[in-house]
């Protein structure tokens, strides 16, 4: 059936069975369904509603996922409109999605909700509009307007009625668009969480050739990527260099920084030994391009492991614990702010004499993780596991720790990451 014909399917002088008036509104559905691109599919909608209904400018008004501004995401005819906003109760096309039902103004200049400003501005004399809603799944997601029918006639009943049945089919048309392009993006997403969690697995340190090494460390994120961080390795002149840090915020942003300040931690601890200078360099540095707020809290130093001892300095960071081989547990509190929140900052140098002792260092993912009665398991918690787990190694011991930290039925609210130190005389 040619589309010069269809609009004669509605005409009420013509007689048509009801397998003619069902074959258009096929050839309609089928012609808005054609695509799910969403770019297409509003162009394919405008086109037909134009040539279907006769009239001069036909546009698309979507709702804003607030449901507060409807925005022209099509339109055709002599003036382009594209996304133009409107308030969703005001207007005719506002009065439309608002009552959730058609609005067929035959003369506009005597209807109070007719808005000028668009004809004022752009030359066009708009006569008469049919508005009729699009509605899925009982959800109105917004309008379709049409403007003055073509050779001065005016819009009737026939054309309200062609224009809901063509408005449904585009309604469903475009949700379909719309999921289908959802889904695409959360593909893609998905996609980039992947390569950048491959990208942090990368930096984190690989020691798995290494026996008795002094530093184990493990790192388990809330979300697909992690905001946490840690390093160490072997310097040429037998230091060893380490680093755990929690970046503020969570997702790509907190990703994206944590990659930044790992990157230059790692390039210049293999020059330089004094941990407060390194923190320094690093702070100035982070402190010239970070934005919305963002800062690193960090542990980083060096273990000189002919003498077991460490030198570090503390950014902000949750006090590490240092477990004396006595028994006895004592939190070693920061010294200096946080990087990346004020440039010139000193980082104070610390040093800690092992002396077969050991000590955890780690991120509040840790002491704010939760158990099975929604308590928070605080230091005295970590204290009590490290205490469970004395006997095996260290690295058996974080492994163990963390199982008991992550509950299967508790959904974990941030990143986990821990490390501990120990080294014995050689």
Known sequence: MSKRNVYSLFEKRESHSLEEQLALLAEVSQGFSSTLDISQTLNNAIEQFMEYMNAEAASIFLLETDSRDLVCAECAGPVDITGLRLSSTQGIVGKTVTTRSSQMIRDVQSDPDFAKKVDIGSGFRTRSILCVPLIVNNECIGALELLNKKNDDLFADQDKHLSMALASYAALAINNARMADALVGQERMRKELELAREIQLDLLPDISDVTNFPVNGMNVPALEVSGDFYDFFKRDDGLIYFNLADVSGKGMNAAMLMAKASSLLHHLAKDIDDPGELLARVNDEICETV????????????????????????????????????????????????????????????????????????????????????????????????????????????????????????????????????????
């Open 291 to 426: 934005s919305h707020g963002m800062f690193v809290t960090i542990v980083s130093g060096f273990i000189d492991t002919n003498t077991c001892t460490i030198k570090y300095s503390n950014a902000g960071h949750q006090p590490p614990l240092f477990h004396h081989c006595s028994g006895e547990f004592e939190e070693i509190e920061a010294g200096a702010p946080p990087i990346g929140i004020l440039p010139g900052t000193e980082f104070p140098v610390s040093t800690i004499k092992l002396d077969g002792g050991s000590v955890y260092i780690f991120t509040d993912g840790v002491t704010e993780s939760l158990n099975h009665e929604q308590k928070l398991l605080d230091v005295g918690g970590l204290i009590k596991l490290i205490e469970e787990n004395s006997e095996v190694t260290a690295s058996k011991r974080l492994e163990d720790i963390v199982a008991k930290i992550r509950h299967p039925n508790i959904e974990q609210h941030d990143d986990i990451t821990l490390m501990v130190i120990e080294c014995c005389l050689k």
